[in-house]
């Protein structure tokens, strides 16, 4: 497999069902940026600005909620009917965006949209899991990364196009006619499985996804409040959710992740830690940088956007060019990645407050190329150390706890923002020891990951 390089996923009994797989990806992603781009149309006819941060909001919670139970319905109903139901799922909540007549409904219809999205990816590990020889594995998650920045050219640009000509709602449609098509075309191709049931009729895990509900709930407030103590009150909050519904999850009949998630013993356990992890220490990223490119360097929203979106290039670009890296290489890769994303977050820090853009856009691009070089094989060693029964829920436990990280890493850089001084009122001064601190902090988790590096290459 390693001779043939990339040409082992050209095979006919493969390339259809990548092409599936890496279209569900591109097609949530790339909805994500046409939102940001058609949002002020849509306030412009249905009104609800102070619900602006809503639709983004209730997409991210579900969407989190739905990765979590994929590995019990994949288990459950066979992750080719998981995986169509999810991109069905996906598209009823565009078409109901579509016939909005309030913010409200919109948001409602995101809230489906994020359902759908969040189960469709997951599946999507477990079929990468289920389909593919594992010395595929990087590779294929390394394409799945690439569709990521793909969407980030192409989401703005096809949702620039419906704002311009004043049909966001068409936009809408579109993505429910893109969502059929794809979930008829996965009905088809990808392979059939068979349940996996462990019990006759599994029951919904209601109390575990209600507090995954209270943490995802306080990590979206947490984004939003002003004071400082609130903040690191519903962080705490959060925490204290996620570690009971974790504690309750260990001992549950069909566990929602797997049973040494979290475990600085396992493979697996540590693998999640790095997941969660990486995801924090990129999060600030694509929350901040945009206003301090804006306020400190004079850029227009959709440059800033797109010098943002390098790191995202960086990346795919690592992601394709290590993919097949084999034997220790693979471990010094997950070591020097979070260490790579430490000094190019000090780098933003020393030169985002001050003049010139260059330095800074390449800083932002080796964040990108620190966690693109290691991501694939920390997902797959979270899929390849799963213990014997759990490697659907191991599968789909790598893009739950990613959505988590994403989450968390939110609130976090929220925290050090306005303890830093961030406020409506702030001059260009006060903003600039603003952008020093956001990104300078987020070192911390970034070291905390080559720590679960060299302990995951010690297992």
């Known amino acids: ?48 600005a102070a619900l602006l941060s809503w639709p983004n909001t ?13 590995g019990v319905l994949a288990s459950a109903i066979g992750g080719r009917t998981a995986y169509c139901a999810g991109v069905t799922i996906f598209g009823l909540g565009a078409l109901l965006c579509s016939l909005a007549t309030t913010m409200g409904w919109v948001v409602a219809g995101r809230f489906v949209q994020g359902f759908g999205g969040g189960l469709e990816a997951a599946i999507a590990y477990v079929m990468v899991r289920r389909t593919f020889p594992e010395a595929m594995w990087s590779r294929t998650i ?5 569709s990521w920045s793909m969407s980030v050219l192409l989401g703005p640009l096809v949702g620039g196009m419906f704002a311009r000509f004043g049909s966001w709602r068409s936009a809408f449609v579109a993505t429910t006619i893109l969502a059929g098509i794809l979930a008829v075309s996965a009905l088809f191709v990808l392979p059939p499985a068979r349940p996996e049931r462990r019990t006759p009729a ?16 306080c990590m979206s407030s947490a984004s939003v409040v002003a004071a400082p103590l609130a903040k690191a009150g519903l962080i705490v909050l959060a925490m204290a959710a996620l570690a009971a519904m974790l504690r ?53 929203p959709l440059a800033a956007g797109f010098v943002v979106a390098s ?3 960086g990346w795919t670009a690592a992601s394709l060019v290590t993919a097949g890296a084999m034997g220790s290489r693979r471990a010094r890769l997950m070591l020097s990645g979070p ?7 000090m780098a933003i820090a020393a030169l985002t407050p001050r003049p010139g853009i260059v330095l800074l856009i390449l800083a932002i691009v080796l964040l990108g190329i620190g966690i693109g070089q290691c991501w694939p094989f920390v997902a797959q060693r979270v899929m390849s150390g799963a213990k014997s029964g759990e490697e659907t829920i191991a599968a789909s436990s790598v893009p739950t ?38 990104p300078a902090a987020f070192v911390v988790p970034a070291m905390l990951a080559c720590l679960a590096s060299l302990r995951l290459r010690r297992l």
């Open 1 to 48: 497999m390693q001779e043939e390089g990339w040409r082992s996923l050209l095979r006919r009994e493969w390339l259809l069902t990548l092409a599936v797989l890496l279209g569900g990806v591109l097609m949530q992603s790339m909805n994500v940026l046409l939102l940001a781009t058609v949002l002020p149309s849509i306030v412009g006819e249905l009104g609800g």
């Open 202 to 217: 599994p029951r919904v895990p209601a109390g575990r996804v209600a507090l995954m509900c209270v943490a995802i709930a």
């Open 248 to 300: 309750l999850d260990r001992s549950a009949p069909a566990p929602l992740l797997p049973s040494d998630a979290f475990s600085l013993s396992t493979p697996a356990g540590v693998g999640l830690w790095l997941v969660v992890l990486l995801s924090v220490t990129y999060s600030p990223l694509q929350i901040y940088v945009p206003l301090f490119l804006q306020r400190l360097h004079g850029l227009d």
């Open 58 to 70: 209730a997409f991210l919670a579900s969407s989190i909620v739905a990765a979590s139970c994929a």
């Open 401 to 438: 706890v990613q959505q988590m990280g994403f989450a968390l890493g939110a609130s976090l850089a929220g925290l050090v923002a306005n303890t830093a001084g961030l406020s409506a009122e702030i001059t260009d001064e006060g903003l600039a020891s603003v952008a020093f601190w956001v």
């Open 339 to 345: 260490t790579i994303m430490g000094a190019a977050l």
């Open 311 to 313: 790191a995202s290039l």
């Open 142 to 146: 390394a394409l799945m990364s690439g």
